[in-house]
């Protein structure tokens, strides 16, 4: 299956927080975009492995994601290695996409920027004709997208370019939401932590409408590129 845009993320709950309101406006434009995790987030503090997997079936739902699927790396331990660039390589390639979109090259969380790191070293390396992969038996085609993005987490980061989703910001938030033991829930019993409290949603929130007023919309998401940008049109930019 072809998709336009394939999101890597090192934890489910990673690519709602940082982009799905970029992904909500896509699919709602026509393009098909897949969501591929690369752990279940087994080391969280609250919740377990089963119900980040069932929170990222229903999210996928909420977005209408035509795909989601999950490497099942080891939370926190994984590392940017032939093995692993090798499992992400044949994902890309499964995917054929135009776009990828990636954790942050540095954030709070040390998987993040490794996550970013791998999946760009994976996205350039899937375009090795040299590099054989196989898919249930069926050797791959080389395939690199020609743009990988990072969309922005925890830490503040200056983009290179901003993406206004302004009539998408109900369903990023339903699609966080959708991550029931990981935020702010009143019902919820378990211990707080640093992404459980009131104030850290805020803080999403927050993060949208300061990016969003920046290019003179209410809510946005930010990315970084490693490569410049360039477009066809000066009108297209704000
Ligand atoms: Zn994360």
Redesign the pocket.
């Known amino acids: 299956m072809k998709l336009d845009i394939l999101v890597l993320a ?2 489910p ?2 690519a709602e927080l940082g982009c799905s309101g970029t992904i909500a406006k896509h699919i709602a434009a026509g393009k098909k975009v897949g969501i591929v995790d690369f752990t279940r987030g087994e080391l969280g503090t609250r919740g377990t492995a089963e119900t980040r997997d069932q929170e990222a079936a229903d999210s996928a739902r909420i977005l209408g994601l035509e795909a989601r699927e999950n490497l099942r790396f080891k939370d926190g331990f994984f590392k940017n290695d032939e093995a692993h660039q090798r499992e992400v390589i044949r994902v890309i390639r499964k995917y054929q996409p135009e776009i990828v979109l990636s ?1 942050a090259l540095h954030d709070r ?1 040390p ?2 920027a490794r996550a970013g790191d791998l999946a760009n070293d994976a996205s350039f390396l899937a375009g090795l004709s040299k590099i054989e992969t196989e898919l249930d038996g069926v050797k791959q085609e080389a395939w690199r997208p020609r743009l990988v993005l990072q969309y922005i ?1 925890d830490h503040y980061i200056r983009p290179d370019i901003i993406i206004d989703i302004t009539p998408f910001i109900d369903i990023k938030v339903a699609s966080i939401k959708a991550f029931k033991t990981q935020f702010y829930n009143p019902d919820h019993q378990e211990a707080e932590t640093y992404i459980s409290s009131p104030d850290f949603f805020e803080s999403v929130l927050g993060r949208a409408r300061e990016y969003g007023k920046s290019i003179g919309t209410t809510f946005a998401e930010g990315f970084t590129s490693r490569k410049l940008l360039g477009v066809d049109d000066l009108f297209d930019l704000r």
């Open positions: 090192v934890h709950d990673d954790n969380h998987d993040h987490q």
